[in-house]
């Protein structure tokens, strides 16, 4: 039906999304065309919303070619690659996801975690192998609990992860850019003390300019020989470079991520890497979160078409 506003998903990932969507608006998918120019030709005039993921920004060349465009809407919590100031003063709204997947991302971390600490998935290799009576584990995985854990980010999955992790007895630290006076735990001084007292570190921090590559040499280094890297944030806060050779040199105990600099990331890059576990960014990839993801993305666009104020709004930082 013509009259129902038109939205444009960018992502084909988001097609999850669209029966929901299609209820209520025209879908203009950029995964049914072979380019956006073919896409334009038929949607671009009608276009009124962009859905996209954070860490997938439209080109600005799109948003010039998009006269009607007034919010960009993303599902998730991050919004990484999106100025809120240059969308502001294009005379775009941005909302995001924010609190949607706190819970099931904080949970996949510790599921990463124990994976990581008890080498769950090399002895899953090792049985399917055949190798159950031939050979046991390189050495014996430490236990987990009273181990110290440091957690980078302490917004809504830092603190999720952090409360799951008072079940094991491990000390938790964190640290991040601001004070937060009713956290429950100690904020370490900066970075590199937080790694230096930490056997585990999780990072969960948001990516901007200031973070990007925020984990390196010198951070691992301080992690140590023992420690464990869990990243499932963004892959870009981590050097990965940094983090292979520290890997491969035993500087490093181990590493889990669920997230990569480049997505999908190029598997011969880390071929070989000891101690090493990936996944293809699922950390938010549940029920739940992916409900109250989409009940917050259909929200925001009622309150958008009625002119009302929107649900979860990205302002400019002040």
């Known amino acids: 039906m013509q009259d129902k506003p038109c939205v444009l998903l960018l992502n084909k990932a988001l097609a999850v999304l669209r029966t929901d969507l299609e209820k ?23 276009i009124r919303v962009l859905i996209t993921f954070g860490g997938y920004p439209p080109a600005p060349a799109l948003l010039d070619r998009l006269p009607d465009i007034g919010l960009i ?15 502001q003063a294009r005379g775009i709204a941005l909302t995001s996801g924010a609190g949607s997947n706190a819970e099931d991302v904080a ?13 769950i998935c090399e ?5 399917r192998g055949g190798l159950w009576t031939e050979l046991v584990p390189s050495s014996m995985p430490r236990s987990i609990r009273d181990r110290p854990v440091g957690i980078v980010g302490l917004g809504a ?18 640290w991040g850019p601001r004070e937060k006076p009713d956290a429950p735990f100690r904020r370490a001084p900066d970075l590199l003390s ?30 140590g020989p023992d420690g464990l890297l869990i990243n499932i944030a ?15 040199a035993g500087r490093l105990g181990g590493a889990a991520l669920d997230v990569q600099a480049e997505e999908p990331t190029p598997i011969g890059k880390w071929a070989d890497v000891p101690n090493l576990i990936l996944t293809p ?13 989409t009940e917050m993305l259909m929200e925001n666009l009622r309150r958008f078409f009625a002119g009302e104020p929107l649900l979860s709004p990205v302002r400019p930082s002040a």
Not at 123 to 127: A, F, G, I, K, L
Not at 157 to 174: D, E, M, Y
Not at 194 to 223: C, N, Q
Not at 284 to 293: D, E, I, K, Q, Y
């Open 123 to 127: 002895s899953e290799r090792m049985v």
């Open 24 to 46: 209520s608006y025209r879908v203009a998918a950029a995964y049914d065309y072979a380019s956006l120019d073919l896409l334009l030709d038929d949607f671009g005039n009608d």
């Open 73 to 87: 809407a993303v599902p998730g919590a991050g919004f990484d690659g999106m100025d809120p100031a240059d969308l």
């Open 281 to 293: 960014h699922i950390g938010a990839n549940a029920t739940a979160s992916v409900r109250t993801a």
């Open 194 to 223: 937080l790694a230096s007292e930490s056997e585990i570190l999780i990072v969960a921090a948001p990516l901007t300019a200031a973070t990007r590559k925020l984990i390196g040499t010198e951070l691992i280094d301080a992690l």
């Open 157 to 174: 999955i830092g603190a999720a992860i952090a409360k799951r992790l008072q079940a094991f007895g491990c000390p938790i630290s964190w």
């Open 234 to 248: 963004r892959g870009d806060l981590v050097d990965e470079d940094a983090v292979i050779a520290a890997l491969r």
């Open 107 to 119: 949970d996949f971390a510790v599921g990463l975690m124990i994976a990581a600490a008890r080498g």
